[in-house]
């Protein structure tokens, strides 16, 4: 009996999972040159993260570059697909800002990496890249003129 429970509860979680989608793909736009001096923008994007309490993992100003990671995120921010019959059971936002000061006018970039993670029913865990919908890149780039 034991051994036709399990059959069964594989091949049921066969098939929800098989209603899991893939993420969309978005055009993203990553990068914007500014008129400000570059310690302006850098102290508008510090400010910004600071404001939403983004963990700053890793700064340094010299050579423009800010790692940071997010433990949460919503649909709005960036798309991982349909789970199917997997429960979420986490989501992690890393990314680096990159403030280029070698031209004229500073060039900020944004480069995230959103990632969920889920459960399936025996509660074994896995993770799904999930895309990008450019809001939070967004948001970086239009706090850095502010």
């Not at 989608?21 to 978005?26: D, F, I, L, S, W």
């Amino acid at each position: 009996m034991k051994f036709q429970y399990l059959v069964c509860a594989a091949i049921a979680a066969v098939f929800l999972s098989g209603c899991a989608t893939p993420p969309k793909n978005y055009s993203v736009n990553n990068s914007r040159s500014y008129s400000q001096s570059y310690d302006k923008v850098w102290e508008n994007i510090v400010g910004y993260l600071a404001q939403n309490q983004i963990q700053i993992k890793n700064i340094a100003k010299d050579s423009g570059v800010i790692y940071a990671e997010a433990v949460k995120f919503d649909n709005a921010v960036a798309d991982c697909g349909n789970p199917g019959a997997f429960s979420i059971s986490g989501r992690r936002a890393n990314f680096n800002i990159f403030v280029n000061r070698s031209g004229k006018d500073p060039i900020v970039s944004v480069n995230t990496e959103f990632n969920e993670m889920r459960r399936n029913l025996s509660g074994d865990p896995s993770s799904v890249a999930c895309n990008s919908k450019g809001v939070l890149e967004d948001r970086i780039l239009s706090a850095a003129a502010l």
